[in-house]
T-cell receptor, first 115, second 111 residues
Framework: NAGVTQTPKFQVLKTGQSMTLQCAQDMNHNSMYWYRQDPGMGLRLIYYSASEGTTDKGEVPNGYNVSRLNKREFSLRLESAAPSQTSVYFC??????????????FGEGSWLTVV | SQELEQSPQSLIVQEGKNLTINCTSSKTLYGLYWYKQKYGEGLIFLMMLQKGGEEKSHEKITAKLDEKKQQSSLHITASQPSHAGIYLCGADKTTGNQFYFGTGTSLTVIP
């Protein structure tokens, strides 16, 4: 059971380049998320998708676009990378369990450096 | 603005010492999660608390949620180098499918 899989794990980009972070989950979860983690800031939500076909902005969406390709996959695109986007990116998915609320599962993270 | 405040921001302890990390919210928490991130790796789910006064333990780690459901503490007994990493609390938002996270606590355990 792979859970949440993110690729690539490491990437170095030049300012202005574009790239897409891929995320897939095999748990049949409806909701998926993209977060970025910066020192002292904790995790901040970039975009989320409550269900297939829907996406919504989170706390820090500027400079990013997302696609919920199907129920399994949720990609994050940087159209023109900037040094401020150097961060660790986490994809996550969740299911709502009636008795115990939301349970969220994270990928291993993607370390992105923009030079 | 951060909805969850974690303290301390960083912690350095000698191996074998006990320690506590706190997570505080100004709002009632409806689901409080503790995660650990080892340096260079992803997040690992530790525990989830839902009920006021609830306490859960896993190996040497105990998490509690206060009766008012606005503060949680994570306590590590007899710390070991394997406990080192960043501890992160997260909470359910009451509406929709969103979560909030604290800023994290960086723990270093000196052998």
């Amino acid at each position: 059971n792979a859970g949440v899989t993110q690729t690539p794990k490491f990437q170095v980009l030049k300012t202005g380049q574009s790239m897409t972070l891929q995320c897939a989950q095999d748990m049949n979860h409806n909701s998926m998320y993209w977060y970025r983690q910066d020192p002292g800031m904790g995790l901040r939500l970039i975009y989320y998708s409550a269900s297939e076909g829907t996406t919504d902005k989170g706390e820090v969406p500027n400079g990013y676009n997302v696609s919920r390709l199907n129920k399994r996959e949720f990609s994050l695109r940087l159209e023109s990378a900037a040094p401020s986007q150097t961060s660790v990116y986490f994809c996550a998915s969740s299911v709502v369990l009636k008795a115990s609320g939301n349970t969220i599962y994270f990928g291993e993270g993607s370390w992105l450096t923009v030079v | 603005s951060q909805e969850l405040e974690q303290s301390p921001q960083s912690l350095i302890v000698q191996e074998g010492k006990n320690l506590t990390i706190n997570c505080t919210s100004s709002k009632t928490l409806y689901g409080l999660y503790w995660y650990k991130q080892k340096y260079g790796e992803g997040l690992i789910f530790l525990m989830m608390l839902q009920k006021g006064g609830e306490e859960k333990s896993h190996e040497k780690i105990t998490a509690k949620l206060d009766e008012k459901k606005q503060q949680s503490s994570l306590h590590i007994t007899a710390s070991q180098p394997s406990h080192a990493g960043i501890y992160l609390c997260g909470a359910d938002k009451t509406t929709g499918n969103q979560f909030y996270f604290g800023t994290g606590t960086s723990l270093t355990v000196i052998p």
